[in-house]
């Protein structure tokens, strides 16, 4: 497991789902780049309660911040050019406080 700090923008809006067993969880991607500017897509989806009412109250393009278990992936495109996939399992939601 690698535990990751990721800092993006929210692509679309969080969604919220149930399980088979009824339990509901959300799921997102937020857009990341790298130092050297490269763009990533990051899966994201949390089950506790804090990070699920958070990623929730974001809007489309909203900045925000993740913290959890990050699994790094690869998925082949129709060209058939490898690319990089993230997913995280949130932990928490860090937001700038536009309050001050």
Aim: proline share 3%; with cysteine; charged share 25%.
């Amino acid at each position: 497991m690698i535990d990751a700090l990721i800092a993006g923008h929210l692509m679309g809006d969080a969604s919220r789902r149930v399980d088979k067993a009824g339990r509901e969880y959300v799921v997102a991607r937020v857009l990341a780049r790298n130092r050297a500017d490269e763009e990533f897509i990051v899966n994201a989806i949390a089950f506790d309660a804090a990070p699920c009412a958070a990623l929730l109250a974001l809007r489309d393009g909203d900045a925000l911040s993740l913290t959890g278990a990050l699994t790094p992936k690869v998925w082949t495109d129709k060209q058939g050019n490898a690319r990089p996939s993230l997913d995280v399992v949130v932990a928490q939601v860090l937001l700038l406080n536009s309050e001050g």
